[in-house]
């Protein structure tokens, strides 16, 4: 049944102590018991109950900044891999870059996603920039918000 | 930046008292005689259904007969009917009285110690038995006379049996006598006794004679032989006189009488029975289930059309009635669209019966002959002489109008006169007094059709103004009713409600299968069972709770408007509150500032922001209201399903936390 009831044995479990001490809110299909989930869980309580409809939208910032992000930890883990096999000076770089193309585990692949990472975060923050310069945020109460990114 | 010049002002602070703790309980607000509905409901969904009873019975002396066929202004009140449906306050008020009198439970009749003066209530309908009840419980002496051969007046003529049972209009009756009240039956005034030596014998008179007496349909061909007013179809049938129907039915009227009166001619034999209402079915002063159940039952539905001309054979018997159709036009005076006739578009419906039911009128007979030269309606139906009719209408007996008795030297013996408007004698608003001193007013007599509940509740208010009367009262003073709000409003970090309370559906009240429905006395309405009864009760909202937020502890996290399964609570920039009491001038005083707005129309009382709360801020107020007169007559009362329930504020056994 909707409301969780059921009979007999299904029953007779649902209200045992056991049951009920693992499961202290009923099947969250009303917004009060939706709401008990979200606060009663160890994970979810940090995030809001409810959101606007149109804060979660994804033309609200089409997620450049955590593409902006993800693109920048990704330069930072190939970067740290490849710092290996790569000394920056005159006279190595070429012999390392070949090296990298040919010898070095998954290097082709570390290479290229270094380098096309690198290229698209600055798309990328160049876009964010421009989007939250035009929604505005720096004045209060979430200018912090603003400054920082 | 946004200005806050720009920003308008939305919202008007008010003071949160006893006042406004009390019109949040709307369906106890929206109850004439101000029924403790929510009081009953939480005590049903605790499976305290006598106790329960005890608080439907107090305020309303028709109670029975309301478990039955209220109209329910309290459902159309219900707070949950923005979550999902109201409750079913009615089949659950039906469920307890019918639990009280098949257990056999006492009745619990309070009396007061006799004062000494004697009252006369003319009329035993809902109003009269109202005002009996209240007088005689205050330990007047009063003597109810009706002019029907029992008690119940337009629920005993004009509700059919197979909607309301005829015993339980006798357990209504029966309540009232309880309280001293004696019935005089058989006793028609202004035919068998006049109101002036009616007013002779006793201190006070309450005229609570109804209305049920037709108003003419002023259309061509109305006093054919086949035409029978609703009221009077109804009364006969009800009375159980012999009331042949013909094979084809036209019922004119969009009212319950019209519906009574269809439902009524399907079981008396007639082979189809259609209503033609001149307006649209949203128009139409039935409600919804009411509707769909006559629909159920095979009667058919003509809307827009008003009728032109009822059309006889050369024996003088019906044979047809002539429509024409209607269009919508604008409101007229009384809020409702006015239904304008579109010329041409004439139809004609062959029937040999036309049952209109459009309007009603008070007996002014009963004022004597002043008020009979004002009778609207068409004349008065003889209910002690039965008239077998070899035709459909014949028994109708001729006008009664200025049949006043006289004394044995030819004078008249009722020479009051009244101040009339439209065919209604005019009362004092307050008092319900006439103006002839000690003579009162009241119900349907002076309102026109109206409810079963509002006349109750009219009767009720009258035998305050005539207690207050016989106790000496005139003029201003006997106008404003003092009042004496006893209150005591608890506030709690803790509350439960019942387990799936928000979940639940409104529960179907179970009907009779149509098979079972041909019989006259046959009752439609199955009702609720125990089950049923509870799970309804536990839907209850408990309005009697309100959140309350602690300002100077409060520090505007939000975490409770965040949390609130309803969107209840929320913040808003301070320019778009006013107000003008004093704690206004400093908050406006601010540059900027937050308000905290409780939208209490959809709390579901569901206590998430009382435990969200970090500074504890918020809280779940009760209230517990007793609201009366300085001599100690309870007007209304708000607390007894805490008394009564002795689990404060828990209701049902289990809690899902």
């Known amino acids: 049944m909707s409301n969780g009831e059921g009979g007999g044995i299904g029953r007779f479990i649902k209200e045992s102590a056991l049951w009920r001490s693992l499961f202290r809110q009923p099947y969250p299909n009303t917004s009060r018991t939706r709401a008990l989930a979200v606060m009663n869980n160890v994970f979810l309580h940090l995030h809001p109950v409810r959101v606007k409809r149109h804060a979660v939208r994804y033309t609200y910032t089409f997620c450049l900044g955590g593409i902006s992000f993800f693109l920048f930890l990704s330069l930072t883990v190939t970067g740290v891999y490849l710092m290996f096999f790569y000394v920056p000076s005159v006279s190595r770089a070429y012999q390392d870059i070949q090296a990298i193309e040919a010898s070095v585990a998954f290097g082709t692949l570390v290479r290229n996603m270094h380098r096309w990472a690198a290229h698209l975060m600055v798309l990328t923050v160049f876009l964010h920039m421009i989007r939250v310069f035009y929604h505005g945020p720096t004045s209060r109460p979430v200018s912090s918000t603003g400054w920082s990114g | ?657």
């Open chain 2, 1 to 657: 930046m946004i200005s806050d010049t720009a920003i308008p002002l939305r919202f008007q602070t008010a003071e949160v008292g006893v006042d406004w703790l009390q019109c949040n309980i709307e369906c106890q607000e929206g109850c004439p005689v101000n029924t403790n509905c929510r009081g009953y409901l939480m005590l049903a969904a605790e499976g305290r259904f006598e106790e329960g009873y005890i608080l439907a019975r107090d305020p309303n002396p028709v109670a029975a007969i309301c478990g039955y066929v209220c109209s329910a202004p309290c459902e159309k009140a219900c707070r949950r009917a923005d979550i999902d449906k109201p409750l079913a306050i009615r089949a659950m008020k039906r469920f307890l009285v019918d639990w009280h009198y098949a257990n056999n439970m006492p009745d619990n009749v309070v009396v007061q110690a006799p004062t000494g003066r004697n009252v006369a209530v003319i009329g035993a309908g809902p109003a009269g038995l109202a005002a009996a009840k209240e007088l005689g419980g205050w330990g007047h002496e009063v003597h109810v006379y009706e002019a029907l051969p029992s008690g119940g007046g337009t629920t005993l003529i004009g509700v059919p049996a197979f909607r309301l049972p005829r015993d339980v209009i006798e357990l209504d009756v029966n309540w009232v006598a309880k309280h001293g009240v004696q019935f005089h039956y058989n006793v028609e005034i202004g035919r068998d006794i006049t109101l002036e030596q009616l007013r002779e014998k006793h201190d006070a008179v309450v005229v609570a004679a109804g209305c049920m007496y037709p108003v003419a349909m002023n259309t061509p061909g109305e006093e054919l032989d086949g035409v029978i007013y609703g009221v009077d179809f109804l009364k006969r049938a009800n009375l159980g006189q012999p009331q042949p129907v013909g094979e084809h039915v036209v019922i004119i009227g969009g009212g319950y009488t019209a519906m009574d009166s269809s439902r009524t001619a399907l079981r008396l034999g007639a082979k189809t029975s259609t209503i033609v209402y001149r307006r649209g079915p949203d128009e139409m002063v039935v409600d919804e289930e009411e509707q769909h159940e006559t629909r159920f039952e095979g009667v058919r539905f003509e809307y827009f059309s008003s009728p032109v001309e009822v059309l006889g054979d050369e024996r003088g018997k019906v044979n047809g009635i002539t429509f024409v159709r209607t269009r919508l036009g604008p409101p007229d005076q009384s809020g409702r669209r006015s239904a304008e006739t579109i010329p041409g578009s004439e139809y004609t419906v062959p029937c040999d019966m036309v049952i209109p039911c459009t309007s009603q009128a008070s007996d002014n007979n009963v004022l004597g002959e002043f008020g009979a030269k004002l009778n609207r309606h068409v004349g008065v139906t003889d209910t002690r002489t039965i008239v077998d009719g070899g035709s459909l209408s014949s028994w109708r007996t001729a006008p009664l109008n200025g049949t006043t008795p006289t004394d044995a030297q030819g004078n008249s013996l009722n020479d009051l006169e009244f101040e009339f408007n439209r065919g209604n004698v005019t009362i004092n608003a307050d008092t319900f007094g006439t103006n002839v001193d000690g003579i009162f007013a009241v119900g349907d007599f002076v309102t026109g059709p109206a409810t079963i509940i509002e006349a109750a509740g009219l009767g009720r208010r009258a035998a305050r103004s005539v207690d207050r009367w016989l106790a000496g009262l005139r003029g201003e003073e006997l106008e404003e009713l003092p009042v004496i709000n006893r209150a005591v409003i608890t506030q709690s970090l803790e509350h439960d409600m019942p387990r799936f309370y928000e979940a639940t559906e409104r529960q179907e009240i179970p009907m009779a299968p149509p098979e079972l429905r041909r019989d006259f006395t046959s009752l439609v309405e199955v009702g609720y069972d125990t089950r049923g009864a509870i799970t309804e009760g536990t839907r209850c909202l408990q309005c009697n709770h309100n959140i309350n937020i602690d300002g100077p502890r409060c520090i505007l996290c939000g975490l409770c408007a965040d949390v609130c399964p309803e969107g209840v609570i929320y913040m808003i920039d301070k320019a778009q509150v006013g107000g003008d009491d004093p704690e206004q001038g400093f908050f406006q005083s601010w540059p900027r500032g937050i308000a905290m707005i409780i939208d209490e129309e959809r709390c579901i009382r569901c206590n998430l922001c009382v435990e969200r709360c970090p500074t504890n801020c918020i809280t779940m107020d009760r209230l517990e209201l007793e609201r009366f007169t300085p001599d100690g007559k309870v007007l209304l009362e708000s607390y007894k399903d805490n008394v009564l329930g002795q689990v404060g504020q828990q209701a049902g056994a289990a809690v899902d936390r």
